[in-house]
């Protein structure tokens, strides 16, 4: 009995120098219980999604999913950025490009691709001619992640709604995947950007939809590596050649 109080001693003993000054119940609760603990996280994870998948769904248009995504509170994400980052150029475009989440700037001006990688972008798309406001432009995840730092596995999960919806109601004829993230995002694939850009894969919207999807590299990552430029040249004259053939360029141009 003395050693179980000593025992005792020293956990209020920690307790007090570790500042715990409070309970959070006058119920002792078992934290490492298995069956609470999953059903406990469980329910985190497939609340927040269901929510974002409800939110999205009763969009009929663009304006009402950007209006929804607005007033949605389930990621974290919102919170730590200034701005919703919903989209830019023209919807109903042949092409839409995709990115993966916000930088400083993009949230700033709540606006996809602007700063530097912006610049890249639109010179990009003025070398298959092109311009800013003849594509539409968004992004996987609409708030910057602090520091700029990859998005979680929940994160990513609570956004997809938004984004699967968006490519519904927007109704491309192609997309373009701007960086890693947002061609695993879009394409399922597994390894890396540079294994996959320059291949043609096939997205399936929930309406039975598929669009041609070309895995590009991001232009950040290009501002960092500008001897990969001539790979992403290369993935956009395969973007140009599709759109061509597709009688999408010259509509687009007159």
Known sequence: MLKLYLSYAKLLNFYKIA???IALSKTPMNRFSPTKTKKSNRANIETPIKKAQQAAGQAQTLEELKCNLQKFNECQLKFTAKNTCFSDG???????????????YED?????FVGLSGHL?????????????QVYIANTIPWRPPGNRIPTLMEIEVCRPFIHRQIELACPK?????GGQAAKFLTGAKEGILRIRGKWYVYQ??????IPVMPTLHPAYLLRTPSL???????FLMVKMWLHHAGELNKKNT
């Open 229 to 235: 430029k001539k790979l992403a040249w290369q993935d």
């Open 108 to 112: 700033i001006q709540a606006l996809p």
């Open 205 to 210: 919207t929930t309406t039975g939809l598929k």
């Open 90 to 104: 023209t919807p109903g475009s042949a092409l839409m490009l995709i990115g993966e989440a916000p930088g400083r």
């Open 121 to 133: 972008l639109n010179r990009m798309l003025s070398a298959i001619g092109l311009q800013r406001e």
């Open 174 to 178: 192609i997309l373009v995947a701007l």
């Open 19 to 21: 500042g715990v000054n």
